[in-house]
């Protein structure tokens, strides 16, 4: 800002001496900054282009080269043998996942946002629930697989000494705590998105609190929460530490038979595949990232649709 | 708006309010869930974390179970050396820590910098047009899957840029390195650190802005004089989400980093973090109460303490940069 910061030697020349500021080095410095801050936030775009490059170049070099058969590949469970693997079972096995998490966080997820904006009062209690939200968002993926190989899967029956296993309902209920704090946050941001006169409105009607939640305010917020579920679970979809602290196959080798059956899913096969040292399986691992991307891509495309067409709607 | 009951009366009134009374309930019960979770890791953690060191668990201890000392807490805290497979095992939780650091720490130097440029790019500098797509770019990068951060690790990170770059002056690089790890850690946590920072230096009104470019201020002296101390805590509070994030980070350190614990400064060698040796040990074939098995929750304990510190401090140095332009 002052004289003090330029250079001596450019304060010397003659059409700059009416002014003790440099103007030409200020503009340099100007620019020289932006172009910083430009190349900093191209960085991330850059890495972003590079990773999908890198995974879409080894999943192809895969096909061509090393003759995986994307038919095995997505109609065959996984085996030991890489021209027989195949990732079916994983993706069953997501699939169901999938559900069972979504069953299991909607509700709550949705009923807590509910509780804190349209019924809470405002006092120790409910900013303890709040307080506790924003740290239960930040434990990581990790802790929550070990809540539940801790409390679910070593849980021994005191009666018939059995124990619960490495079941899928286990490892969607990790996913399922992972998530509820985020479509928590949505449905939030959603129910604070309907405007206080339309609750009034309908309470001035004479509706109770409930009726006024129940036809106002949740229709209204709905395409909202929504959209916030969509894009949690696509976040849960990816997750791999709670899924191998649960104790999820690593080699989907079998399709689940239902909720109380062992599991494998998409991010732990890719996760197994990555660290063999067999080449061919990196291959695998990399035709495994782009359909699980594929997948995510899909769900935040629905995710952004709604938004979009709800925004225009308003 | 608080409000509980319905003041008409008439047909109904009196069961409507009663409804209106239990689904609150039920609502509060949803609630309730979220707080019995803290409860439930904590209880978790701590009872199967206590039969690490004591060789029964904390209930079974308070009801009256044997209890034989089989680690000492100094011991876990201070011991230079994990090798819970070795014949004569050694507990020292240090090297594990001392990983976890080093991809934290190395993961700050490139998500700190980059991330508030970017921040400051967007909030100061970005037209409409760019934010609109620069910023979704970013949301991309920060919802792609971990794993596939640890892919692009030993796929792309080392055997294309870390072997061949740092082979050239000699630097001798293992398969698993820290480096890779510290250089994926540190591009996914770019993001949180650029939008967090972004949403605090939009809170920085206008005046003060237009105040430093009324006494001449170019754009960059407004950005880095006004702007940038104006949002400092809520800055700050960006760095801690990244770093506790980078603490919590699992399966790119674990497939970047790899599983050897040490006690290094190296960051061309392999190494293990908590997490990654979290996951070795789920994947082992240790059975339930041993001291291998139990060190897992021992491990997970110290982990989520140290988010959960980093949580508290974000979670205060946040209602503190709200408070300041009110």
């Known amino acids: 800002m002052t004289a003090a910061e330029a250079p001596e030697a450019s304060t010397t020349e003659a059409e700059d001496s009416w002014l003790d500021v440099d103007l030409r080095w200020e503009h340099l410095k100007g620019r020289l900054f932006l172009a910083g801050c430009v190349a900093a936030s191209l960085f991330g775009v850059f890495v972003l282009a590079l990773l999908i490059a890198d995974v879409l170049w080894e999943a192809i070099l895969g096909v061509v080269q090393h003759d995986v058969s994307i038919r095995t590949f997505l109609t065959q469970p996984a085996s030991r043998h890489a021209d027989q693997a195949g990732f079916y079972a994983a993706i069953v096995g997501s699939v169901w996942l999938m559900i069972f998490t979504v069953l299991l966080s909607f509700f709550i997820g949705v009923g807590t946002a509910v509780y804190l904006e349209e019924f809470a009062p405002d006092n120790r209690w409910t900013r303890l629930i709040e307080a506790n939200l924003a740290n239960l968002a930040g434990v990581p993926s990790i802790v929550y697989g070990l809540l539940v190989l801790a409390a679910v899967v070593n849980f021994t029956n005191p009666l018939t000494g059995g124990r619960v296993g490495p079941i899928l309902l286990a490892g969607a209920v990790a996913l399922a705590l992972l998530i509820t704090p985020i479509i928590i946050v949505a449905s939030q941001e959603a129910l604070r998105g309907v405007p206080d006169g339309v609750r009034r409105g309908s309470l001035a009607t004479g509706a109770t609190r409930w009726q006024t939640v129940k036809n106002v305010v949740l229709p209204a917020a709905f395409p909202g929460i929504l959209t916030g579920t969509i894009l949690a679970v696509a976040r849960a979809i990816g997750e791999t530490a709670p899924l191998i602290m649960v104790g999820a196959i690593l080699t989907a080798r079998r399709v689940p038979e239902g909720p109380f059956d062992t599991f494998g899913s998409m991010p732990t096969m890719i996760y197994y595949w990555a660290d063999r040292p067999e080449i061919t399986f990196h291959y695998l691992a990399a035709l495994g990232i782009v359909v699980l991307l594929t997948i995510l891509i899909a769900m935040n495309g629905v995710a952004v649709y709604l938004r979009n067409k709800y925004e225009t709607q308003q | ?326």
């Open chain 2, 1 to 326: 708006m608080s409000y509980d009951g319905n003041p008409l009366s008439g047909d109904g009134v009196a069961a409507d309010n009663r409804r209106n009374r239990r689904v609150r309930r039920v609502f509060l019960a949803c609630a309730a869930v979220t707080v019995a979770t803290t409860l439930a890791i904590f209880a978790v953690l701590l009872d199967n974390a206590f039969s690490f060191f004591y060789d029964s668990r904390l209930h079974e201890a308070l009801l009256g179970a044997a209890v034989e000392a089989r680690v000492g807490f100094v011991e876990f805290l201070t011991g230079t050396r994990w090798a819970p497979y070795h014949a004569y095992p050694d507990y020292g939780v240090l090297p594990l820590v001392n990983g976890t650091l080093m991809i934290t720490v190395g993961a700050a130097f490139i998500s700190i910098p980059i991330g508030t440029a970017t921040a400051l790019y967007l909030s100061e500098y970005a037209s409409p047009r760019v934010r609109g797509w620069l910023k979704p770019t970013l949301e991309v990068l920060a919802g792609v899957p971990t794993i596939v951060y640890g892919f692009f690790a030993i796929s792309f990170i080392t055997p294309v840029f870390v072997r061949p770059f740092f082979g050239f002056f000699g630097v001798s690089v293992d398969y698993y390195n820290a480096f890779a790890g510290i250089v994926v850690v540190g591009i996914m946590t770019i993001p949180i650190v650029a939008s967090i920072s972004e949403d605090a230096m939009n809170a920085v009104p206008d005046d003060l802005r237009n105040a430093a470019y009324g006494l001449g201020a170019t754009k960059r002296e407004v950005s880095t004089h006004v702007v940038l101390p104006a949002s400092v805590s809520g800055i700050f509070a960006s760095y801690i989400l990244a770093v506790s994030r980078a603490i919590g980070e699992t399966m790119a350190v674990t497939l970047a980093a790899g599983y050897q614990s040490r006690m290094t400064a190296n960051p061309f060698v392999e190494i293990q973090t908590m997490t990654a040796y979290m996951v070795q040990m789920a994947r082992s074939e240790a059975s339930i109460g041993t001291i291998e098995y139990q060190s897992l929750f021992a491990v997970g304990l110290l982990l989520f303490l140290m988010t959960l510190a980093m949580n508290l401090l974000n979670d205060w140095m946040k209602r503190r940069y709200r408070e300041e332009y009110r």
